[in-house]
């Protein structure tokens, strides 16, 4: 069992800058590809980036070149880093763990966070 916490949603403005953080306990978290997902209200939940395991990372095409994922194995925690941020950006952000492949698909994913609202006021 994989147990994930997001944090360091908040209240932003157009083109601010936020750090998202997402912790993970309950079993290795180096054996487990990792990535972020968004829900925006009315919407499905959408791919935002994955990780894998050797640290390769792929981009939804709307926040690619604003966004960064990385992991640090060492403290089980993977981040997103989201800079220029635009208000078609708000959502609740979910991290999300899974083994074996990488994947963009969310019914791929075996563990969720509970998610944390990032919200851009224009």
């Known amino acids: 069992q994989v147990q994930l916490v997001e944090s360091g949603g908040g209240l932003v403005q157009v083109g601010d800058s936020l750090r998202l953080s997402c912790a993970a306990s309950g079993r290795t978290f180096s054996t487990y590809n990792m990535g972020w997902f968004r829900q925006a209200p009315g919407k499905e939940r959408e791919f935002v980036a994955v990780i894998r395991l050797s640290g390769t990372t792929y981009y939804a095409d709307s926040v690619k070149g604003r966004f960064t994922i990385s992991r640090d194995n060492a403290k089980n925690t993977v981040y997103l880093q989201m800079n220029s941020l635009k208000p078609e950006d708000t959502a609740v952000y979910y991290c999300?763990?899974?083994?074996?492949?990488?994947?963009?698909?969310?019914?791929?994913?075996?563990?969720w966070g509970q998610g944390t609202q990032v919200t851009v006021s224009s």
């Open positions: 999300a763990a899974r083994q074996g492949l990488a994947s963009t698909v969310r019914s791929d994913y075996e563990y």
